[in-house]
Nanobody, 120 residues
Framework: QGQVAEFGGGSVQAGEALRLSCIAP????????MGWYRQAPGKHRDLVAQ????????YFLDTVKGRFTISRDNAKNTVYLQMNNLKPEDTAVYYC?????????????WGQGTQVTVSS
C-alpha cells in the first residue's frame, strides 16, 4: 500500500527557512493524525509536530515552538512543515508518519526522510 515520501530538505544557513512536504497514499494519509519527526545522528527519533485529520495542531516539540508550523492539504494527501529561523540544532533527517495522539497505536510507514542541514 506504499509508503510516505518526504521532500524539501537542503543545506541552509542559520536563520533561513525551509518548507518540507510529505505525500502519502490516501489510505495512510487518513489513518489518523500525521506527524513530522526528526532524527539527528546518534539520537532518537523525536516527534516534532502533529496535525489531526481536521487540522488541529496541538503538539510541537518545545525547541521548535514559535518557529515551525505544520499544515495539511487533504485534497493532495500532503502534509507540510514550515521551518523558520532555522538553527544548527535543527540539523537532522526529517520524516513523516501517521501518529496516534492518544499514544496507543504505533504506525510504521516510514519513508526515506529528507536531510536538513543548518550551518552557523
Amino acid at each position: 500500500q506504499g509508503q510516505v515520501a518526504e521532500f524539501g530538505g537542503g543545506s541552509v544557513q542559520a536563520g533561513e527557512a525551509l518548507r518540507l512536504s510529505c505525500i502519502a497514499p490516501r489510505s495512510i494519509f487518513n489513518i489518523n493524525a500525521m506527524g513530522w519527526y526528526r532524527q539527528a545522528p546518534g539520537k532518537h527519533r523525536d516527534l516534532v509536530a502533529q496535525i489531526t485529520r481536521d487540522g488541529n495542531t496541538d503538539y510541537f516539540l518545545d525547541t521548535v515552538k514559535g518557529r515551525f508550523t505544520i499544515s495539511r492539504d487533504n485534497a493532495k494527501n500532503t502534509v507540510y512543515l514550515q521551518m523558520n529561523n532555522l538553527k544548527p540544532e535543527d540539523t537532522a533527517v526529517y520524516y513523516c508518519n501517521p501518529v496516534d495522539p492518544e499514544g496507543l497505536v504505533r504506525y510504521d510507514y516510514w519513508g526515506q526522510g529528507t536531510q536538513v542541514t543548518v550551518s552557523s
